[in-house]
């Protein structure tokens, strides 16, 4: 090596050792890893995104749905078209919405993955450098330097449980709550198709006048009631 110059840092090899770790942590395997506090049931769940894309995907149905509707109504074209229009809108909005939810998600999941399994040839190669880190993250946290020594000792001693530590304390990453792209998908698909059946309602009672007035009003009031 040049004097002078530093060494390169490049991530470790995977091995099968770390893979298997890794995935024995994703698939809460082997020993019990402890799992974030439980809540209360008077509280929600404000931390995963599941109202932010409730929200979304209920808006923009809402929106999309009632601005295609009220296209189509001011061409005066006869109801039956309208509401075929409303329902197209609904499938195809909420189709897209759903696979783009999927994809997004996969994409996420895919990548904490490969930072779990970079973590975990971290631990199986460098075991020593990982309880360094062990030690410094208990001590940021406020115990002392000793017990912090003996905790950070510990998790070493469970490789699972010190890839769990890592990924929560120094990735940011819950390995037993990354998410089902398909429940992602599911849940975007039912929120864009609820907010675009509002305004498509009317139309499968009233035609005309009464039915354009209505779906106005329906979608103003849900915008409020959601907004």
Known sequence: MVKGKGRQHRPPARTGRSDDLARRVLTEQ?????????REPWHRDVQGGAARAAVFGISDGLVSNISLILGFAGAAPTPSVVRLAGIAGLLSGACSMAAGEYVSMRAQTELFTRELHVEAAQITEDPDGEHAQLVDIFTNRGIEPETAQVLASEHMRTPELALLTHAR?????????????WAAATSSFVAFAVGASVPLVPWLLL?????????????????????
């Not at 304390?169 to 792209?181: A, F, Q, V, W």
């Open 169 to 181: 304390e120094e990735l940011g990453i819950d390995p037993t709550e990354l998410g089902s792209p």
């Open 30 to 38: 082997g020993p019990a890893l402890p799992r974030a506090r439980r």
């Open 207 to 227: 035609t005309g006048g009464a039915a354009v007035w209505l779906s106005v009003l329906l979608g103003a009031v849900a915008a409020l009631a959601i907004g």
